[in-house]
């Protein structure tokens, strides 16, 4: 499903209105391909640090030269590590001429977050890499039981215990994973227990973030705007991130789940590859949720 924002207030619109309910904005005038790349760099002028890693997602999987300067510019004022970390990965998959310099100081940076998306875009720059530059954000909308309507555009997700065993990614995972972080921004937090992460990990779309903990889950999923987060985790340090989200996944994997996780779960499976079964389907997850 395709998102389209209005280029003045960030406010979402579906493609048939024609003006914006908030500013007044002509949107039919934003739907031609130049004006929604500027409509996406005019959002790297905001504040919110979630529209902020949203604009950096989708002007990456785009590729348009046009975001490396202003990408540049947003990585020297903000100061939240999450930005600057979403800015950083976009910019490796831009690979514009000057990028080296800036990811190289990034490696050094006082925040992990930071340093591992930094080191992780460098080798980008010299790949002839060939993205779909087609594909567009997708979100799942539907009514929640004590929530009402919500938008979910987001997936946070622990990996050991939730995506592994021992660090080595479960059957069937990295199929359903790729498909879907090629159209929702995903995260994967982990303290990379056994340090195989970025090794089981390796090719696939999806923004690794090594993590020291719970706490630190939980304030991603907060950077990121909550109340559109889908979260998937076993353990004891995912409860913190599960409880912010806006729906929870408790995974009873191979290596078992927490029994604290389970009381802040909106939805408990058995297997990884149902929960993101669920996602790629949602009206599984209406059916499980139904009153």
Same mark, same amino acid.
């Given at each position: 499903?395709?998102? /389209? /924002?209005?280029?003045?207030? %960030?406010? +979402? #619109?579906?493609?048939?209105?024609?003006?914006?309910?908030?500013? =007044?904005?002509?949107?039919?005038?934003?739907?031609?391909?130049?004006?929604?790349?500027?409509?996406?760099?005019?959002?790297?002028?905001?504040?919110?640090?979630?529209?902020?890693?949203?604009?950096? %997602?989708?002007?990456?999987?785009?590729?348009?030269?046009?975001?490396? *300067?202003?990408?540049?510019?947003?990585?020297?004022?903000?100061?939240?590590?999450?930005?600057?970390? *979403?800015?950083?990965?976009?910019?490796?998959?831009?690979?514009?001429?000057?990028?080296?310099?800036?990811?190289?100081?990034?490696?050094?940076?006082?925040?992990?977050?930071?340093?591992?998306?930094?080191?992780?875009?460098?080798?980008? @720059?010299?790949?002839?890499?060939?993205?779909?530059?087609?594909?567009?954000?997708?979100?799942?909308?539907? +009514?929640?039981?004590?929530?009402?309507?919500?938008?979910?555009?987001?997936?946070?997700?622990? #990996?050991?215990?939730?995506?592994?065993?021992?660090?080595?990614?479960?059957? =069937?995972?990295?199929?359903?994973?790729?498909?879907?972080?090629?159209?929702?921004?995903?995260?994967? @937090?982990?303290?990379?227990?056994?340090?195989?992460?970025? +090794?089981?990990?390796? =090719?696939?779309?999806?923004?690794?973030?090594?993590?020291?903990?719970?706490?630190?889950?939980?304030?991603?999923?907060?950077?990121?705007?909550?109340?559109?987060?889908?979260?998937?985790?076993?353990?004891?340090?995912?409860?913190?991130?599960?409880?912010?989200?806006?729906?929870?996944?408790?995974?009873?994997?191979?290596? =078992?789940?927490?029994?604290?996780?389970?009381?802040?779960?909106?939805?408990?499976?058995?297997?990884?590859?149902?929960?993101?079964?669920?996602?790629?389907?949602?009206?599984?997850?209406?059916?499980?949720?139904?009153?």
């Amino acid at each position: 499903m395709v998102h /389209y /924002y209005c280029p003045t207030c %960030w406010r +979402e #619109f579906h493609a048939t209105q024609r003006q914006c309910v908030k500013c =007044g904005e002509d949107l039919q005038h934003s739907l031609d391909d130049n004006r929604y790349i500027e409509s996406i760099l005019h959002a790297l002028n905001r504040h919110e640090p979630s529209i902020l890693m949203r604009a950096c %997602w989708v002007l990456g999987r785009i590729r348009d030269p046009r975001a490396a *300067a202003p990408l540049i510019h947003l990585m020297q004022r903000t100061s939240n590590p999450f930005v600057v970390a *979403a800015a950083s990965d976009a910019l490796g998959r831009i690979a514009p001429p000057e990028a080296a310099f800036f990811l190289e100081a990034l490696s050094h940076h006082p925040a992990k977050t930071v340093i591992e998306t930094a080191r992780a875009a460098l080798p980008r @720059l010299n790949a002839n890499t060939k993205e779909d530059r087609t594909m567009t954000p997708f979100s799942i909308m539907m +009514e929640l039981p004590g929530k009402g309507s919500v938008i979910l555009s987001d997936l946070v997700m622990d #990996f050991s215990g939730t995506l592994s065993l021992e660090g080595v990614l479960l059957p =069937g995972v990295a199929e359903r994973l790729t498909e879907i972080a090629e159209r929702m921004p995903t995260a994967i @937090l982990t303290a990379d227990t056994y340090g195989k992460a970025r +090794e089981s990990l390796a =090719g696939m779309p999806v923004d690794i973030r090594i993590v020291e903990s719970a706490m630190d889950k939980a304030f991603y999923v907060e950077t990121v705007g909550s109340k559109h987060v889908i979260a998937i985790g076993n353990g004891r340090n995912d409860v913190a991130m599960l409880d912010r989200a806006e729906l929870a996944i408790a995974v009873i994997g191979p290596e =078992g789940a927490a029994a604290e996780l389970l009381r802040v779960a909106d939805i408990v499976v058995c297997d990884i590859n149902d929960a993101l079964d669920m996602i790629l389907n949602p009206t599984r997850i209406k059916a499980t949720l139904r009153d």
